[in-house]
């Protein structure tokens, strides 16, 4: 496990797109979250919303450039062939995708950090008086590291990283954008509790978190079992197929 990981790290870190990625997740959680917070214009406590929720915002951005870097992980050993060659070098399959997501986990939580921490200070600065609540910083990061988890088992089972992309990516959104058309409100809250971005977001929620169609770390919950179920589909397609 220590060369696999090795390994891994060695490929991810000398990978040309790795920090322009890593810094892009910075740059639009951070920017999307001070934009939105400047756009409401509410005093503090004076809007009836949630303020930490709202400073958090730029993590429905940042999740996407978080997917594409963990696709990319496996989806360009895939596109260019190079899997064959680590597949070679390391035999036992799923050390290799244990070692993957070790790694991703690893660094998308050092940029989800900054990241998090910089939106919720901005927050602060332009909706000053609320409380940071250390359950949804904490929370966001985890999901943020969940979002790269199922990015890759994704781009693992899909072979290719631009469908792995669009298929993570419809996953996150579309969800969200069916329980807002769909009229029946029990669907609605249905919808809104399976999908992984509406279920996993419900970690952020400080205020009347009763009036959250799940709960925080429920939802929190719910999008790990996607990122085990795409992980684990990965695992078994990954072992039983030829590269």
């Given at each position: 496990m220590?060369s696999a990981?090795?390994a ?5 870190r ?7 990625l890593?810094?892009?997740v910075?740059?639009?959680t ?6 939105v ?5 509410c005093a503090?406590?004076?809007?009836g919303?949630d303020?930490?929720?709202?400073s958090?915002?730029?993590v ?6 978080v997917?594409v870097l963990?696709v990319?992980v496996?989806?360009?050993e895939?596109?260019t062939g190079?899997v ?5 070098a ?7 995708l244990?070692a ?7 660094v ?5 950090v900054?990241a ?7 927050g602060w600065f ?6 940071v ?10 999901y ?6 199922l ?8 072979r290719?990283p631009a469908?792995?992309s ?5 996953l ?8 807002q058309?769909?009229?029946?409100p029990?669907?609605r ?15 952020q929620a400080?205020?009347?978190?009763d009036?959250v ?9 719910v999008?790990?079992l996607w990122a ?6 990965g695992?078994?397609l990954?072992?039983r197929h030829?590269a």
């Amino acid at each position: 496990m220590r060369s696999a990981l090795h390994a891994e790290w060695t490929k991810l870190r000398t990978s040309p797109g790795t920090l322009g990625l890593a810094l892009a997740v910075i740059v639009s959680t951070v920017g999307s979250s001070a934009a939105v917070a400047a756009a409401t214009g509410c005093a503090p406590g004076g809007c009836g919303q949630d303020l930490t929720r709202l400073s958090l915002t730029g993590v429905q951005v940042g999740q996407a450039v978080v997917a594409v870097l963990a696709v990319l992980v496996i989806g360009d050993e895939y596109s260019t062939g190079m899997v064959r060659v680590t597949l070679t070098a390391l035999p036992r399959r799923t050390t290799v995708l244990a070692a993957k997501a070790v790694v991703v986990a690893g660094v998308v939580a050092v940029t989800a950090v900054p990241a998090v921490l910089g939106s919720l200070t901005v927050g602060w600065f332009i909706l000053p008086g609320h409380e940071v609540v250390p359950r949804a910083a904490v929370g966001s990061v985890l999901y943020l590291v969940l979002i790269g988890l199922l990015g890759l088992g994704t781009a693992t089972a899909a072979r290719n990283p631009a469908a792995a992309s669009g298929i993570v990516l419809g996953l996150l959104y579309v969800f969200p954008i069916i329980a807002q058309v769909v009229t029946d409100p029990g669907w609605r809250r249905h919808l809104q509790q399976a999908g992984p971005m509406s279920a996993g977001l419900a970690v952020q929620a400080t205020g009347d978190v009763d009036a959250v169609p799940i709960g925080p770390w429920q939802g929190l919950g719910v999008l790990t079992l996607w990122a085990l179920a795409a992980l684990l589909t990965g695992g078994l397609l990954l072992a039983r197929h030829d590269a």
